[in-house]
């Protein structure tokens, strides 16, 4: 039974990383750049959430969507000033950019918001069901964690296969040119997908901040960092590929905290990509891709 | 004659420090094919992308229909009725050959889309056996379909083909240039940018030599064949 526990938080916490995976990976399908600043979105989404609730009262699922709308503009904001001027720069241009940002917005929480921690209030309280006679205990948070992940994971396939918007962004991350001699608005297509991925940042952030109550400025760039790593895990680029690679990573963190040792998790979690990239270079559902002449 | 459809008027490109295009003009108008032919490096390609808004001319205009395409953005070009199969197909490989079509609709209400997609499959059957299959999966052939059909989605009047027979057996190139000509006779109005010149002059209503982006000769399809200058520099003698 406490294995199964671990199991399910480990699919919780995943969850999570695949909500945080799905912004890198589409961002970078369709803009081929690692948006390091994409885990301090996380944060100010929580940052958000927690002022919405705490101090002007707000429920707690509106100040989600608060956060989700804030953040959307936010994505939008740093895709437009930062990272649209580099569209044609070198991509190491890009990565520090994106580097300077996460710190730009890190230390702008800082200013607004201090580095004393905010403890964090549950979008759901702190109750939890019990099965089997209380030997198994999932928590709400957990339980609508992975659901919450569920829903976006459907709709998310269901808007890059069947939407006209959503299989722009697919033409946009093939063939920008080509895109364009479609009559697609390339750039509204990228604002598009920043504002995606920073809007499933702010869900993550709150459903990060309701299971590990502790916020700070620094909350998002951990998870951050292991949500890209889910990302290259699963194959970066692809939206199953961030999704698996996610609850893969959560399972394993939890896993290896639980029977190896809590300070090695960490560890263990970037041995395993290490191994894996050693293994299948592209990620696990990663396609290989070629360049053509 | 009436106005023409397209108009480019003393257009110079710049790539960097590179003058890729020469203070060139030319004309397109109703119902015509329009061949521009020449070697490669000539600037036959940055002509056309010029023409959809990729590139900027430093000076000179275009104008589609009456109206200026300065600062017009591609996209919006596209709306406009202008439409470019690029050079090398750029289909997109990991969509559908439905998709792709629909993404050549882009512009279009989706309203017309089911009634266009009947249109392109009939002018392109195999590309109806083959709506369900990834469009990376297709021979050159059937690509270089693909790409023609999916700018005939966006109801184009003017259509711009760039090098339809690059890479492709002599037996497709009849094939494609059989289909443009048929475009052609149903109403179409194409700009064709060709190095077989052979095949491109044998189809077009006027075609323009360039030559290291400037155009050196024009004349009608047939009058450009039988050019001694024409002959000898790209039909082989």
């Known amino acids: 039974m406490t294995f199964l526990n671990f199991f399910i938080s480990g699919i919780s916490l995943g969850s999570i990383y695949a909500i945080i995976a799905l912004g890198y990976t589409m961002v970078y399908g369709i803009s081929k750049m690692l948006n390091f600043a994409h885990g301090d979105v996380i944060m100010v989404g929580a940052y958000i959430c927690f002022y919405a609730v705490v101090r002007y009262g707000l429920n707690p699922f509106l100040a ?17 000033l930062a990272y649209k001027p580099l569209r044609q720069a070198p991509s190491l241009a890009v990565l520090i950019t994106a580097i300077g940002m996460s710190y730009f917005l890190q230390n702008t929480a800082l200013l607004l918001w201090s580095s004393n921690p905010k403890v964090f209030p549950s979008v759901v309280g702190r109750g939890a069901f019990h099965m089997f006679n209380g030997n198994l205990s999932v928590s709400h948070i957990t339980a609508l964690t992975i659901i919450v992940c569920l829903v976006i994971m459907v709709a998310l396939s269901l808007f890059v296969s069947k939407t006209k918007m959503g299989k722009a962004m697919r033409a946009c991350s093939e ?17 598009m997908t920043f504002a995606i991925g920073s809007g499933l940042a702010a869900i993550a952030g709150a459903l990060l901040c309701s299971a590990y109550p502790t916020l700070m400025p620094t909350t998002g760039s951990l998870p951050g960092i292991k949500a890209f790593t889910a990302a290259v895990f699963g194959g970066i680029g692809s939206i199953p590929g961030a999704f698996l690679g996610g609850l893969m990573l959560g399972v394993i963190e939890i896993f290896a905290k639980a029977y190896i040792s809590s300070q090695l998790s960490d560890a263990v979690v970037f041995g395993v990509l290490i191994v894996v990239l050693l293994v299948k270079p592209a990620g696990l559902l990663g396609k290989m891709t070629q360049e053509k002449v | 004659m009436a106005d023409p459809v397209l108009k480019v008027e003393n257009i110079n490109v710049f790539y960097g420090s590179i003058h890729a295009i020469k203070g060139i003009s030319f004309e397109v108008y109703e119902g015509e094919i329009v061949t521009l032919i020449g070697a490669n490096g000539a600037g036959k390609s940055t002509t056309l992308n010029t023409i959809s808004g990729l590139l900027h001319p430093s000076t000179g205009s275009i ?27 750029r289909v997109f490989a990991q969509m559908t050959v439905n ?18 997609l009947e249109k392109v499959y009939s002018l392109f059957p195999r590309l109806k056996e083959r709506m369900n299959q990834t469009a990376g999966t297709l021979s050159g052939g059937e690509q270089q379909m693909l790409a023609m059909g999916r700018a005939l989605m966006s109801r184009p009047k003017l259509l711009m083909l ?16 059989a289909i443009i000509a048929d475009l052609h006779r149903t109403g179409a109005t194409i700009l064709l940018v060709e190095q077989n010149a052979q095949m491109a002059l044998s189809i077009a209503s006027r075609g323009y030599v360039m030559e290291t982006g400037n155009i050196v000769t024009t004349g009608t399809g047939q ?13 082989g003698g």
């Open chain 1, 64 to 80: 989600v969507a608060v956060a989700m709308v804030l953040c959307s503009v936010l994505g939008i904001i740093v895709e437009g």
């Open chain 1, 175 to 191: 063939d920008k040119g080509a895109a364009q001699l479609m009559g697609i608005n390339v750039n509204a297509t990228i604002s």
């Open chain 2, 63 to 89: 104008s589609f229909l009456g109206e200026s395409l300065a600062k017009v953005p591609p996209y919006k070009i596209v709306e406009r009725g202008l439409a470019q199969v690029p050079e090398g197909r």
């Open chain 2, 99 to 116: 998709e792709n079509l629909e993404m050549g609709a882009f512009t279009q209400s989706s309203s017309s889309i089911p009634e266009d």
């Open chain 2, 162 to 177: 760039d090098e339809p027979s690059m890479g492709l057996a002599p037996i497709l190139v009849e094939q494609i240039f």
């Open chain 2, 223 to 235: 009058e450009l064949l039988a050019s001694e200058e024409v002959r000898k520099a790209y039909l």
